[in-house]
């Protein structure tokens, strides 16, 4: 077997990453299934089988352990945003492709909802206090105005269309959909997580939004 030649200090530096990612994955779920008052770091701790001194070492406390966790969700999120590579796309099949990839991310990831509701409930303010989390969230704005003012231009889209308040309407028809899927489900007898409802859900929100758009 192959021996680890590294510097005793890469390897160190390799430890430390690996035990933060543990760590950071274990947190995860811990807010997201307790939200940030009922999150214990004696479990997360025991879900990262990692002493729990070692978590104060590297986070300092709870609190910025769950700013830590939203930061990393940001940016897994944001990174695969990139990938969609929306400027290399006609604008219509871009901001389709965007919501397409949103509602599917959602999905995916039922613990990204979770950890906005906590942070939500808190005001905010880990990721107020967190200028990493601004500047991961800039990219997807700054692309999407690139691709309304093409579509502009191109004659497809309307003109005035503010690309923070289109980017936050495409997230919210998304989110508040599922996340209030069980009431909505309750509420109108019929189950909205089927497969066909999901696919009704997806075809609509990309006609509203691509309606919207148009230009007229």
């Not at 214990?40 to 978590?55: P, S």
């Not at 352990?65 to 990938?83: C, G, H, P, S, W």
């Not at 308040?165 to 909205?192: E, K, M, P, W």
Request: proline share 4%; aromatic share 8%.
């Amino acid at each position: 077997m192959a021996r680890d030649t590294s510097p005793p200090g890469e390897e160190r530096l390799r430890d430390a990453d690996r035990s933060q990612s543990t760590i950071l994955a274990a947190a995860r779920d811990e807010f997201a299934e307790h939200g940030l008052g009922g999150a214990r770091v004696d479990r997360i701790a025991e879900r990262a089988g990692l002493n729990k001194r070692l978590i104060y070492y590297y986070f300092e406390d709870k609190e910025k352990l769950f700013q830590a966790v939203l930061e990393l969700a940001y940016r897994d999120i944001r990174t695969e945003e990139m990938k969609l590579r929306l400027l290399e796309l006609d604008p219509p099949i871009a901001v389709r492709r965007l919501i397409e990839f949103t509602w599917q991310y959602y999905l995916d990831h039922p613990e990204f909802l979770t950890l906005l509701n906590s942070a939500n409930l808190h005001r905010a303010r880990h990721l107020a206090e967190s200028k990493r989390a601004r500047e991961l969230n800039s990219p997807v704005i700054e692309t999407l105005g690139a691709v309304l003012e093409r579509g502009r231009k191109e004659g497809q889209f309307r003109g005035g269309v503010d690309p923070v308040q289109l980017y936050v309407s495409i997230a919210g028809l998304s989110y508040f959909y599922l996340s209030n899927s069980h009431t909505l489900s309750a509420i109108f007898g019929r189950d909205l997580l089927s497969p066909k409802a999901r696919t009704e859900r997806l075809s609509h929100m990309a006609d509203l939004v691509l309606g919207y758009l148009a230009a007229s």
